[in-house]
């Protein structure tokens, strides 16, 4: 089983906008990777105000429900090293499950 990440790199601007194209492009993509080998999923989201914050969170959260025990969280936002770095964390951390983590650099 291998760790695996989801790198979406533009969604629009309006929360309800945004909620649906991930739902349309991305959910399916995720699901299918969750369904196969690997073991933990990271998906990566770009930069986006606290509006978005629900929405995201709640992706997080389902998605680890449903496929427990595999692991699924969402990061947003942050600088390559930011993401890097929180990957390097979760890969350490096996307790963490759907959470939604923005980041900052």
Do not use: C
């Amino acid at each position: 089983m291998e760790q695996a990440e989801l790198k979406v790199e533009h969604l629009p601007a309006e929360p309800l906008d945004a909620a649906a194209a991930f739902h349309r492009a991305h959910l399916n993509p995720a699901i299918a990777a969750l369904e196969g080998a690997v073991a933990d999923l990271t998906i990566i989201l770009p930069l986006a105000p606290s509006n978005h914050d629900d929405w995201r969170r709640t992706v997080a959260r389902d998605l680890a429900r449903k496929f427990a025990p595999k692991r699924v969280n969402v990061v947003g936002g942050g600088s390559e090293a930011a993401v890097q770095s929180m990957l390097a964390y979760l890969r350490g951390a096996p307790g963490v499950t759907g959470q939604y983590l923005p980041l900052h650099d």
